[in-house]
Each structure stands twice: as C-alpha cells, then as structure tokens.
C-alpha cells in the first residue's frame, strides 16, 4: 500500500504553496527519505522539460549539468539530493512537519492522511 503526502513551500511572509504530492511505501519516514523523494521528484520534472514556479530545491549549478543554449544536458538527480542535504543542514531551509521543525536528517515522523509538510526556504538579508 501507498501513502500520499502533500508537501508546501513558503517563504516568509508568503501562504504556503502546494509544490508536489509524494508517494511513499511506508508510513514512517525520515527527513532524508522526505528530501531524496521530493528531489528525485524535481530532478524528473525538469528533465522532462516542465518548468518549476515555486522555490525547488533543485539548484542551478553549471557543474550540475545544467543545459545551455546549444547543448541540453539532463539533471543528475543523485548531485542534486547531495546539495539539497547540505542545503537541510547548513540552514537554508527548514522543514516543519505539524508544525513542528524537524532538526536532523534522521529525525523520523508517521505520514497520515492529515500530516503537514512544509519546507521553509530562508531569504538572506541584504547587506548582511
């Protein structure tokens, strides 16, 4: 059996946005499952060409094999699950399941069919 669960972006300031619903085979998951499912989920839409309108964790890197112009190069998925790890872990996002901040990429929590998800993307502060 699988569970669906819904996850948001949201910036501050900004209403949460429904980015992707995630399917999982268990109902007990892990922040790193949370992140390699969401992920994979982006890398699979970008090479597919659809475009993303909302804060992915997906990041545009030259060495990430970002297409040009001239030449269209697919994502390499497992690269980007790589940066989005240390992304999690150096603080430029933060994730809140019911409304509780998960600190640790091994921090486990169930999924039920009212589980809130949300990634919360830190804007750095001009200047500073």
């Known amino acids: 059996m699988s569970i669906e ?17 995630l399917t999982f085979l268990n109902e007990r998951i892990t922040v ?3 992140i390699r ?7 699979r839409e970008r090479n597919a060409g659809c475009t993303i309108k909302y ?3 997906v990041e545009k890197r ?6 040009t112009p001239a ?16 992304g999690f872990e150096s603080n430029r996002y933060f994730v809140l399941v019911d409304d509780r ?12 069919p009212t589980t809130s998800v ?8 001009v200047g500073g």
């Open 5 to 21: 669960l819904g996850v948001y972006d949201e910036k501050p300031g900004l209403d949460p946005c429904l980015v992707h619903t």
């Open 32 to 34: 790193r499952e949370l």
């Open 37 to 43: 499912e969401r992920v994979y989920q982006e890398v």
């Open 55 to 57: 804060a992915s964790l």
């Open 62 to 67: 030259e060495a990430m094999g970002w297409e």
């Open 71 to 86: 030449k269209p190069q697919l994502i390499d998925w497992e690269a980007q699950f790589q940066v989005a790890l240390e």
């Open 101 to 112: 901040q998960l600190g640790s990429l091994e921090d486990r929590f169930n999924i039920t």
């Open 118 to 125: 949300r990634f919360i993307k830190l804007v750095p502060l």
